[in-house]
């Protein structure tokens, strides 16, 4: 497990399954599944395990999604709870899908910026990984903050990527809209 401290008050975890993470860390995890779930968003379902074999907990220990040389997943910590979480794996030989199942807790959502710590560890684990380009996908109902994320991300990490939009893509059965860059 990777943890890297971003601030006095914010750790950055990283792990492969949920069998890696200490107690208390599982314990947030699950409870910030149940909080989103109890938002009852567009997204909810990707979080709910008694309802949904795909939610994020069966595919970080059933599917292994994220497991070593497959991918990571990340999560931070504030004041003992999850402010903000995703993951990174590979779609394919050469294409890592970056901020999967990302979520960040609605009273964060406008002070803190959570974007540099978990897109700047998944982009060095995407190298890691031997990918060549990357993607971030959303949703119908996310396409909006997708689009609008192309030029925050790129000035973020100017140095490292040059997003741009390349339309709807299947992505593990589902059409999602893609943003693509080549790994710098």
């Known amino acids: 497990m990777f943890t890297q401290k971003i601030t006095d008050t914010r750790l950055l975890l990283e792990f492969n399954t949920t069998k890696e993470l200490e107690k208390q860390y599982l314990?947030?995890?699950?409870?910030?599944c149940d909080f989103i779930v109890s938002e009852g968003k567009p997204y909810s379902e990707n979080y709910d395990i008694k309802h949904n074999s795909f939610s994020l907990l069966?595919?970080?220990?059933?599917?292994?999604?994220?497991?070593i040389g497959k991918g990571a997943f990340n999560i931070i910590i504030e004041d003992n709870k999850i402010v903000a979480m995703s993951g990174i794996y590979m779609h394919d030989g050469e294409i890592a899908i970056l901020n999967c199942r990302a979520w960040k807790h609605p009273e964060s959502r406008v002070k803190i910026n959570f974007m540099k710590p978990l897109l700047g560890r998944q982009l060095d684990v995407a190298k890691s990984l031997g990918a060549k380009k990357i993607w971030i996908t959303a949703n119908e109902?996310?396409?909006d903050f997708l689009l609008w994320s192309i030029n925050y991300v790129n000035r973020l990490f100017h140095d490292r990527v040059d997003f741009s939009y390349i339309g709807l893509k299947t992505v593990k059965t589902i059409n999602q809209h893609v943003i693509e860059s080549h790994l710098c």
Do not use: G, S, T, V
């Open 58 to 67: 069966h595919l970080i220990d059933d599917r292994k999604r994220f497991d």
């Open 141 to 143: 109902y996310n396409k």
């Open 27 to 32: 314990d947030m995890l699950i409870e910030a």
